[in-house]
DNA sequence: TAGAATCATTCGAACTGTGAATGATTCTGA
DNA sequence: TCAGAATCATTCACAGTTCGAATGATTCTA
């Protein structure tokens, strides 16, 4: 191969198809997560908090890879919407532990539905072998690369 | 499986790991073609004057989806990097046909290398079986999604 | 040939997310 | 015990990015 490099390079390698194909998703994602009233922010964060434990807001923000002050904004939202409820740490009354509520169970549980309605969308031109290859391999690079 | 979804079925998602990893994906290449004084959107564009016929701004800002006021803008930096060059098409004077110089070429040239770069660092963790079923699949799935 | 359409360009505005400042609370070490 | 440092949530001003409307030049159409 030569050592000049083209545009056909660049469309071979991973990070310009995930860059360019992440986009997308998200777009797609993004369209059918608003008609219930949300960002894909806060699919993220209703997310996290059903993952793992009661979280403060401090590691929340470490989790997503945003700034804590974010943090605040999606959960008043969220607290707005009824999905989420803060309660004060009584070991550590500067906490504020961030737990979802039934509505916020059902919320997550409509984005989940939206995700894998756009998954169908975005993938209807890939056979079933090649799809679960694609899902597989996305996977197991997402959970090499998740924040500690 | 049950009608209430949670977090789990979330990840388990080709939006939801296309989102994140194209976000992660992105930053690296981003952080890798600023050393070259580029956006990953100039790079975008060097690729699409490579790959194609010479083409109006109003051609490309389609085939980036973007809007034809943001090709001007980086068309007049890439310009002034002497990376490419504005001719008025003779046959239609509205036009502006832009066209990669030399230097645009080489500049090119380094964006893929990063790319290749930041493929390794990204997927460093997988097997090269995995590694060639992942970059397969991106190929194949963004194939199916170009812009007419 | 007059008016509609299309192109590149400029400019103001919207949206997102960040980082610095603030007040409350907890920790630390003398 | 207590004074100062550290950590938390919060507010707010700001930067970066992209878009859409307005403009002028050029071409198309009837």
Redesign the interface.
Known sequence: MS????????????????????????D??AARVEALGLK?KH?GL???L??GQAASQQELARRLGVAPSLIVALADQLQGLGALERVRDPEDRRRQVLGLTAEG?RL??A???A??A??EE??S??GDT??A??????????E??RPA
Request: with cysteine.
């Open positions: 050592d000049v490099k083209g545009a056909a390079d660049l469309r071979a390698t991973v990070v310009f198809n995930l860059g360019t194909l992440g986009a997308l998703a998200a797609r994602f894909p699919a209703l997310a996290a059903d993952a169970r997550l549980s984005c989940v539905a995700a894998q756009a998954d975005l993938t031109g890939l090649q799809r290859a694609l899902a597989r391999g996305l996977r197991l690079l997402g090499q690369h």
